[in-house]
């Protein structure tokens, strides 16, 4: 059998949907796609953010906006119509809009648990729920539609910050990851989760600024995550090369979880 390297890794021609597509990861990925001929659209709560980041990805290839405040039904029920205007059928929706709470043990509100738990997981659950029916669209175990859910690896071992709601949120993308697979794998659709290390982002700038140093001094792989390094792993799940692959938690942290050096 001859292996055609550019069939197994190619994306182009593609639909995908990046959440928290304008900054940090979820731009990591969006430009990995557009870069290599997905249609991207990207979606943030911020609209000028979305915009902006739309308009610099579109050098590269086609990236659109769809600002929305996934949080909100409102939100969620406005980008699916947009979807569904413009597209009859997706093959990635990548699950990356989050959000993370610190606070200490004792003074923990109620209010930060809930929107971390309504963003990091609600969100995922309804929106790949309500984009279902363009997911499923021409969708095969040849041909499968892909979710890739943003997990993290304080989902996978416990963090050593005040971040208590996050960290179950994580546990729970990467346990919904496990249940979806199953479940949709008879409707052609896999299901991964990527769980990242320390990455560049906004979420990680204040820990970066003070503690960059001792972070890369533990990591087995002695740095922080880059920018590829986030994108490639993002195409490989969007890619024929893993349309076997499902239910799957991606670890992709230099080794960090598994201990320091």
Not at 11 to 34: L, Q
Not at 43 to 48: G, Q
Request: proline share 3%.
């Amino acid at each position: 059998m001859a292996f055609d390297i550019s069939e197994l890794f190619s994306v182009s021609g593609k639909v995908a949907i990046v959440t928290g597509g304008s900054r940090g990861i979820g731009k990591m990925i969006a430009e990995g796609y557009v870069a290599n001929g997905v249609k991207t659209y990207i979606t943030a709560r911020k609209a000028e953010a979305c915009e902006a980041t739309a308009q610099e990805l579109s050098a590269q290839g086609e990236c659109i906006a769809i600002p929305a405040d996934l949080s909100t039904k409102a939100g969620r029920d406005s980008f699916v119509s947009e979807i569904k205007q413009r597209e009859s059928k997706i093959d990635i929706l990548v699950n990356n809009a989050g959000a993370a709470w610190g606070a200490p043990f004792e003074e923990y509100p109620d209010e930060g648990y809930d929107k971390v738990m309504d963003i990091n997981v609600k969100a995922v659950f309804t929106l790949t729920r309500d984009l279902m029916p363009l997911l499923c669209k021409d969708a095969s175990q040849e041909q499968p539609s892909r979710v890739i859910n943003i997990g993290s690896i304080d989902g996978l071992r416990v963090s050593s910050m005040d971040n208590f709601a996050y960290g179950a949120s994580k546990a729970a993308v990467h346990f919904l990851t496990k249940n979806l697979a199953v479940r949709l794998a008879p409707k052609g659709i896999t299901v991964n989760a990527i769980a990242p290390g320390a990455f560049e982002s906004q979420m990680m700038d204040h820990t970066l600024s003070q503690f960059r140093d001792k972070i890369e001094a533990e990591n087995p792989l002695g740095r922080i995550g880059r920018p590829t390094d986030m994108a490639g792993l993002a195409l490989y799940l969007a890619c024929n090369a893993s349309k076997y692959m499902t239910g799957q938690i991606i670890a992709i942290d230099g080794g960090r979880h598994l201990g320091s050096r």
